[in-house]
Structures are given as C-alpha cells and as structure tokens.
C-alpha cells in the first residue's frame, strides 16, 4: 500500500481539472488531494486512478469518477461532526471523502464483496466509520435517523420514501434518478412534510440494487 510523490502529483493534477469543471468547495478539493484513490482499484488500473474517469471495482458496480463524487460532496454542504448516511459503500472512496470532511458516516453496502472488501480496507486507511452495515439501502437506515445529510452513489429508479423520512429538518438528500441517465437530485428537508427539489443535470450510475429476497 504505497503513496508515492507521484501519486500525489497526480492528485494535484486531479484537483486541478475538479477546478476548472467547477468544483469550488476547497474541503471537497483537500480531500480528493489528500485520498489515495489508486488504493481503492485493482493493482492494475493505478495508471487510471487518477483521471477522470469511473472504473470497475468487481460485482458490476465501479467507483464514481471524481467529479461526480465532488459534485456530491459539495452539494451535502457538510460540517465537521455531521451524521450522514451513504447508500452504497462500494470501494468506500466516497466514505474516504466524507470522513475526510468530518462527518459522523453510516453507509449500506448491498454487495456482501464489496461491504467485505470495504470493511476491511477503510480501517487500514484509518478512515473509521461509525457504522458500515450489509443491506438494502432502500430502506434507510431508521434506527440511527435522523440525519444531516444522505448521499445515494448509485442510479435510483424513484426516490424512496424512508431516505425523505430520515432527514432532519434542514437536511440535504443527493440523489442521482432515473433508468439509463440520471438526474442528480437535490431535496433540501423544510418541514416535516415540505422538500425542496433541485435538479442539477445528467450522470450516469450503475443501478441502485433492492433487495430482491
């Protein structure tokens, strides 16, 4: 598990494009500098790491190409010590990221691989989240809500109810929707029965996975 001066070169560069694209958060743009992302790929995608670019990391599901993890990020506005739920842990880069901004992470892993995989390497990291859990992202997570923010990382058909539910008033959900091409999504929490609704362009996700059983 090494991090050479190269690889942090790369980041730099990362960062630099994430900027011209628009990101402007500059916690957001610290942690993508700061996060190994070529630790969370195979061996063998390390010269792929750190374009652009989304990439396979087994079980059909891929890690979100960095503007996209960006965009999302800076969209759930997090401050140091906010809870907030991840729906779909996947290669736990995006949970890197929002341990990294400081917030207080629950994330749903559907994939029993990949929430293995996760679990396991995150810690070795040091990136300790207060829970990663196996199981169906649809449902939320009710035990542990509300919460300041939920961030869903993978192409959600509709937008399921418990997510809107478990928000706290005031509360942001980022959620990208839609069959082929998705529309992320911004609901903002107004009332306890009022949302908010931004939507803010087209990305494209592997299929949020419910729990067929």
Same mark, same amino acid.
């Given at each position: 598990?090494?991090?050479?001066?190269?690889?942090?070169?790369?980041?730099?560069?990362?960062?630099?494009?994430?900027?011209?694209?628009?990101?402007?958060?500059?916690?957001?743009?610290?942690?993508?500098?700061?996060? !190994?992302?070529?630790?969370?790929?195979?061996?063998?995608?390390?010269?792929?790491?750190?374009?652009?670019?989304?990439?396979?990391?087994?079980?059909?599901?891929?890690?979100?190409?960095?503007?996209?993890?960006?965009?999302?990020?800076?969209?759930?506005?997090?401050? !140091?010590?906010?809870?907030?739920?991840?729906?779909?842990?996947?290669?736990?880069?995006?949970?890197?990221?929002?341990?990294?901004?400081?917030?207080?992470?629950?994330?749903?892993?559907?994939?029993?691989?990949?929430?293995?995989?996760?679990?396991?390497?995150?810690?070795?990291?040091?990136?300790?989240?207060?829970?990663?859990?196996?199981?169906?992202?649809?449902?939320?997570?009710?035990?542990?809500?509300?919460?300041?923010?939920?961030?869903?990382?993978?192409?959600?058909?509709?937008?399921?109810? !418990?997510?809107?539910?478990?928000?706290?008033?005031?509360?942001?959900?980022?959620? !990208?929707?839609?069959?082929?091409?998705?529309?992320?999504?911004?609901?903002?929490?107004?009332?306890?029965?009022?949302?908010?609704?931004?939507?803010?362009?087209?990305?494209?996700?592997?299929?949020?996975?419910?729990?067929?059983?």
């Amino acid at each position: 598990m090494k991090d050479t001066f190269k690889h942090q070169g790369m980041r730099q560069q990362l960062v630099e494009i994430l900027v011209k694209k628009g990101i402007k958060d500059q916690n957001v743009l610290a942690a993508i500098g700061k996060i !190994p992302r070529h630790l969370f790929m195979d061996s063998g995608f390390i010269d792929h790491a750190y374009q652009d670019k989304a990439f396979p990391i087994g079980a059909d599901q891929t890690i979100s190409q960095p503007y996209t993890v960006a965009f999302q990020s800076e969209l759930m506005q997090i401050k !140091p010590g906010d809870k907030v739920l991840e729906i779909g842990t996947g290669s736990g880069y995006q949970t890197a990221v929002l341990l990294e901004l400081g917030a207080k992470v629950f994330s749903i892993e559907r994939q029993k691989e990949l929430f293995k995989k996760a679990s396991k390497f995150l810690p070795k990291l040091g990136y300790r989240a207060k829970k990663l859990i196996f199981g169906d992202g649809y449902k939320g997570l009710v035990e542990e809500a509300p919460f300041k923010s939920i961030i869903v990382t993978a192409g959600a058909p509709f937008v399921p109810n !418990p997510l809107l539910a478990q928000l706290e008033i005031g509360g942001r959900l980022v959620i !990208p929707v839609g069959d082929a091409v998705q529309t992320m999504t911004l609901f903002i929490r107004k009332g306890p029965k009022e949302f908010e609704k931004h939507e803010l362009g087209e990305f494209r996700f592997v299929p949020l996975l419910e729990d067929k059983n």
